[in-house]
C-alpha cells in the first residue's frame, strides 16, 4: 500500500467515525463503528502547496471536527457533568484556527479559495449541534426545568439557524443535496417548534418573536430544497405540521405566511460555488410587532406553498423514532 493509499483510508476513516458519532448524539442510536482502535488522524500538510503554505488544507475541518468528537467522547469525559462539557465545546471553539475563527476570522483567501466559506460554516454548525446534543434533553421539559438553561440553549439554537441560513446561501442549488445543508435548520427548528408547542398559552418561550422567525426561515429553506433532495421533502412536511399545531396571534401568523409569498417561483438559478458575500440582505421574513388576539393557524393556507395539506403517512427515513410525536400531538408522524 503506498502512502498516498494508507492517507485516503485514514480520511475516508477520520469522517466516517466522526460522522458515526455524531449521529449517535443526535438520533439517541447506537454507535455503527463498535472499533475502539486508534487510528492515526489524516495529515492536512500532504494538501498544503508551496506558494499559499498558510491556506488550510481541505482535510483541516474533518481532522478538527474528529478532534472535538474524540474529546466529547473520551473515558475522561464519562464522568463530566454537563457544564464541563459545554466549557469543552467552547474552549474548542475559541482555539479554532484563524481563518475558522467564530468571531474575525481571517477571510483574505476566501475569494480565491471559496471552498473556505463553507468549511467555516459547517465548522461553526458543527460546534453548536454538539452544544444542542448536550443541552436538548436538559430542556425539553419546560415545565420543570431550569429557566435560565432554557433560554441558553435557545440561544445556541437560534445561532445555529443563523450559520445553517448562511451555509444554505453558499450552497444551494450547486450543492443542495448536501446532508447538512437541509438537516441543521431542519434540527434546531423542530427543537424550537417542541418548545413553542409544549409552551402552548401557559408558559412564555424566551425570544418568542425570535424562535418564530427561526422556525419560518427553516420551512422557508427546506421547501427550498424540495425540488432537489427528497430529505428537503420529508423535513418541510414535519416542520409544516409542527407549525400547524402553534398556538399564534395575528401577527405571528403573518410570519408564515410571508414565507410563502416569498417563494421564488422562477426556478433555480445558475451563481457561482460559494459567491463570496452571497446571502440575504434583509430577513427572509419580518418580525411579528406584537402579541395578541391568539388564534391557530391550522387552517393553513397549503396551497400558498405550492402542495397539498402533508400527509401524516410520510416516510421519515432515518428521523422516524428521533422525537416524542405523540407529546407533540402528531402521534401519527412516526411508526413508533
Known sequence: MTDMERELRRRLWCSVWTWDRFMVGIFNRASIIQSN?????????????????EIPSIVLTKVLENQLTRQLYDDSQKDADLDAKLALVENFMDRLPSVFRLNGADVRWDTKHPRLVAQRLQLHTTCYMAQMILLRPTVLDIERCDPNRLSHTIELSLKCMEVSRKLFDACVPQHAKYFMVTFAPFDNASFLASIVIKAGRKRQV???SEVLTAIGQAIYMCNKLREF??????????????????????SERTIFEQIGRIRDESGPTERPFLEPGMGHDEPLIRQPDSISNLVDISETDWGMWGASEPSAQVDLGILDGMWDWNGLGLGDMGSG
Open 206 to 208: 424566551p425570544r418568542r
Open 37 to 53: 482502535e486508534p487510528v492515526p488522524l489524516p495529515n492536512p500538510k500532504l494538501d498544503q502547496t508551496r506558494d499559499d503554505p
Open 229 to 250: 433532495t427528497k430529505l428537503g421533502a420529508t423535513t418541510w412536511t414535519i416542520l409544516m405540521a409542527l407549525a400547524s399545531k402553534f398556538i399564534l396571534d395575528a
